[in-house]
């Protein structure tokens, strides 16, 4: 869940930057639209914390094609020949469960990495997770975003909440229009940009649905204080 405290939140405040965490159920995630096409069967690569998927991966026998989150080819990664079971630096998941020995773990290595959605097991290590979360952030503004009350509120919301990555790039990378609403602070811009939420559908088969979004989202140009988001 979200770290956010709404009962202590000052509605005069000017804006916040919050370590947010996702609240989706396991097997939800977002992803960006692709801009390269990927092979059918490719495995997506997601961020527990944020719940967005990051890149992707497709082959056998422990050599994979590796793609980013837009669909770009990276490479070829192997797995190493020997390595243990649980490393510090690799996170295994099988079926959307932490594996270890056949147990079910609900936190293993929090926030240590990254997590593979798929039926079967694929050992990540920290520096392909390192590449692929470089990749999703490659041209955005290192300066953090800062939220309203009211807007961070919302990342509580099950179905309101939104990656800041996703957020970020909207502002950076979509399409800018006037905020209509904002009547008296002209400051205000609002930009779209597509994205897609995946729900798992059927666990065993590991069939996912797939909807595509309008992310819209509201910030203050003159001190990039987002105002108000919400996807359609």
Known sequence: MSDVDISSF?????GRVY???SP???GEYFALELTSPIPPGSVPVVDQDSGMCIGYLFGISGVYDVYDATGEYLGKYELPLES??????????LGGWFLKNGAKLVTLLKG????LVKAGSIKLTEHLVSLLRGRLKLGLSPRALKFLPQAAAH???????????????????????ADYKAVVDK????????????????????????QDYILEVVVNERDWVVKHFLYK
């Open 112 to 115: 240590g990495g990254a997590s």
């Open 187 to 210: 400051g205000f811009k609002r930009y779209e940009i597509k994205m897609t939420k995946y729900r798992l559908k059927d666990k065993g088969k590991q069939i996912y649905e797939k």
């Open 10 to 14: 000052d509605y005069n405040d000017i």
């Open 155 to 177: 990342m509580d919301d099950i179905n309101r909440y939104v990656p800041v990555t996703l957020i970020e790039r909207a502002i950076r990378y979509g399409k800018r229009g």
């Open 84 to 93: 243990p079971l649980i490393d510090p630096l690799d996170i295994i998941l």
């Open 24 to 26: 989706l159920h396991v």
């Open 19 to 21: 370590d947010f965490k």
